[in-house]
């Protein structure tokens, strides 16, 4: 039997969200992880050549702090997931005065190009508000998919709109017969179940006014609003993996806007999703039920392959049958080799270079590219105590129970002292190498380094 680790995170808002996306996913088990108090959904939806191992998880609450700290629990949770995709629905910005721009009730918003704008983070100054976000793009994985959908479309070899309504009704769906009122008349000609990519622009607030849609949106190019996307792409981006927004348009952000088509636009976004994913060649990633892979071709070399984590991993070190690993992801992980059992501790939002066992304290130093000296209790599982020296430390090698050396990116080679058990000084830099130290020794007969 083989373990299937999911490569794709979603994430809704609302349950009416979740409840649209989650009616595609197969093999569904409701699952818990550790401290983690978010409960997800794990299975599969069909993907090219395969099926997409997916975990599914809903918010708390709306809004872009709480979208931040599901996307960070799920990425903790599951180091395999590569790609985030938050699912839901938006308000569209209508432009009458450009029917190639025009957006309706019931479309689809793709966030390409700079992807999401968080427009309530700047400045105000010289009486003008000056828009300061730097949310990271989409994922470029992601939007290949959207190409590659796209060109099938204009290729005649996908049909958008057949293939949405046959899945409308399949599950017995259906769209509203009326708009709700409306300030403003559709553009002659204009067609529904359009498929919009765009900048959508994300905050903390509801837009509910005309005026103060349009000032926005013009401004900044932007063609949807909604509250959560900015969270789930900074969490992504201090993750080191991508994200991608798909939001159908449930109303226009206006004074009128009320909720007779969210369940509607939240259906026609995870149809969207789904219709993505087919295009998207599936890759998850497989282990034995035990954790462990032995070399089939020298069975008695005794060399194992444990899965540890999705991202690459920088260091590691061995203390009573533990082993003591870390890398690009910030975490610290534990494999125990008589158990077998593996562990994860959130260290820093920085990859973690080196580590070192201080036996008689029962400490871990790890050092990280922010400069940070983080002592770790070993039997307590807990942080003691950071520490920050001039730059990046690669490495960190122990002199005697009270002393330690660290290299740095800066090429600086120092001397550290340990005292009241937890905290550390700097006696002396030793040397300056002019480069990266990436590795140190000691030699005690000859008390070199």
Not at 37 to 45: E, L, S, V
Not at 68 to 81: A, H, K, Q
Not at 436 to 449: C, D, P, Q, R, W
Request: charged fraction near 25%; charge should be positive.
């Amino acid at each position: 039997m083989k373990v299937v680790y999911p490569t794709l995170g979603l994430i809704t808002a609302l349950p009416k969200e979740q409840a649209a996306i989650s009616r595609f996913i197969e093999q569904k088990e409701t699952i818990q992880i550790g401290n983690d108090p978010t409960i997800y959904t794990k299975g599969y939806i069909q993907g090219e050549k395969g099926k997409h191992c997916v975990v599914l998880a809903c918010l708390t609450k709306y809004a872009s702090n709480n979208a931040s700290i599901t996307t960070t629990n799920m990425v903790r949770s599951f180091p395999s997931i590569k790609d985030i995709v938050m699912i839901g629905i938006a308000a569209g910005v209508p432009r009458v005065d450009k029917k190639e721009l025009h957006v309706r009730l019931g479309d689809v918003i793709i966030s390409s190009g700079r992807g999401v704008i968080q427009f309530d983070l700047g400045v105000y100054k010289n009486g003008k508000y000056e828009i300061r976000d730097t949310s990271p793009s989409p994922s470029a994985m992601l939007l290949q998919g959207v190409n590659y959908l796209e060109s099938e479309m204009i290729l005649n070899k996908f049909n958008w709109e057949k293939y949405l309504f046959k899945i409308l009704n399949e599950n017995r769906l259906s769209m509203p017969k009326k708009e709700p009122k409306k300030n403003f008349t559709h553009p002659h000609g204009s067609k529904k179940n359009n498929i919009h990519r765009g900048k959508i622009g994300a905050s903390n607030s509801l837009i509910k006014d005309k005026s103060k849609r349009d000032e926005i949106a013009h401004e900044n190019g932007i063609i949807a609003f909604e509250m959560e996307g900015s969270g789930v792409a900074e969490a992504t981006w201090n993750a080191g993996i991508g994200y991608l927004l798909i939001r159908g348009v449930c109303d226009y952000g206006d004074e009128n806007k009320e909720d007779s088509w969210q369940e509607y636009a939240a259906n026609v976004a995870a149809i969207y999703c789904t219709a993505l994913l087919k295009m998207i060649p599936a890759n998850g990633l497989f282990q034995n039920n035990d954790n462990q892979t032995l070399n089939k071709n020298n069975k008695d070399n005794h060399i194992k392959k444990i899965h540890i984590s999705s991202k690459r991993l920088t260091t590691c070190a061995m203390y009573k049958g533990i082993i003591y690993t870390a890398g690009f992801d910030g975490l610290l992980y534990t494999y125990d080799t008589i158990s077998m059992e593996i562990c994860s501790f959130p260290i820093c939002e920085s990859i973690i270079r080196c580590i070192l066992i201080l036996e008689k304290s029962k400490m871990a130093l790890l050092g990280n590219d922010k400069g940070e000296i983080i002592f770790f209790d070993i039997d307590k599982k807990a942080i003691l105590n950071k520490i920050t020296s001039n730059s990046a430390i690669f490495a960190i090698h122990r002199l005697t129970d009270e002393k330690f050396v660290v290299g740095e990116k800066s090429g600086d080679l120092s001397e550290w002292e340990i005292f009241d058990k937890k905290k550390s000084r700097r006696l002396r830099i030793i040397h300056n190498c002019g480069n990266i130290i990436f590795s140190v020794g000691y030699e005690k007969f000859t008390n070199s380094l």
